[in-house]
Every structure is written in structure tokens, then in C-alpha cells.
């Protein structure tokens, strides 16, 4: 089984800032890549920024220069740096596991996700 823990999401003033958490645990081989998606009510899940196990990232274009994506590979735990947060940033916020997993006795990669944490940037 394996398991992704968040933590981190609130209220917060705009101008403000707030970093998310990810942890992954249970049984897989590696990780190859996490990720921040966010979802509105009423619109698709959308990526807002991704690290790979080697370390390259990629972001959305509405939080480049703001958001800050990093992880610590000992602990299995990927970070979202929020900064200079706007009422739109406002969304509930998923982390995202690319695992490598034992499946029937083959080592496939699969995606899993968090529960998920709402970001509210408000006066």
C-alpha cells in the first residue's frame, strides 16, 4: 500500500506565503518524480509545478517566480514553497507520486494521490 500524506494548506492574506508537504510511505521501489496539482471547483486538475528524482522541475506559468518546488529524497517528501500568493492561487491542492511498484512481480510505474489541501488566499 502506499500512502500520501499532505499537510500545510490554509487561509491566507494576499501577498502571503505558505509551504505545502507531501510525504509518501508504504511499499514501492522509487519515486520518479512528484508534483503540486491544484483543482477549482468546476475546472480540471491542473500542474502547478513537478520535480524529478534527479531534480529537474518544471512549473506553471501563473507561478513561476512565486512557487518553489523541492524535496528531500531521504525522507520521501516533496515541498511547495508558496510566495507572494493571489486570491487566484486559490484551489485545493494535490501532491502527486510517479512510483515505481511491484505489480503481479513486475516493476511498473503508477501514479498516486494525496487527499488533498485547501489553499484559500483572501482578505
Known amino acids: 500500500q502506499v500512502q500520501l500524506v499532505e499537510s500545510g494548506g490554509g487561509l491566507v492574506q494576499p501577498g502571503g506565503s505558505l509551504r505545502l508537504s507531501c510525504a509518501a510511505s508504504?511499499?514501492?521501489?522509487?519515486?520518479?518524480?512528484m508534483g503540486w496539482y491544484r483543482q477549482v471547483t468546476g475546472k480540471e486538475r491542473a500542474l502547478v509545478a513537478r520535480?524529478?528524482?534527479?531534480?529537474?522541475?518544471n512549473y506553471a506559468d501563473s507561478v513561476k517566480g512565486r512557487f518553489t518546488i523541492s524535496r528531500d529524497n531521504a525522507k520521501n517528501t516533496v515541498y511547495l514553497q508558496m510566495n507572494s500568493l493571489k486570491p487566484e492561487d486559490t484551489a485545493v491542492y494535490y501532491c502527486n507520486a510517479e512510483l515505481y511498484v511491484n505489480k503481479g512481480g513486475m516493476k511498473l510505474r503508477r501514479d498516486y494521490w494525496g487527499q488533498g489541501t485547501q489553499v484559500t488566499v483572501s482578505s
Open positions: 520535480i524529478t528524482s534527479g531534480g529537474s522541475t
Open positions: 508504504g511499499s514501492f521501489f522509487s519515486i520518479n518524480a
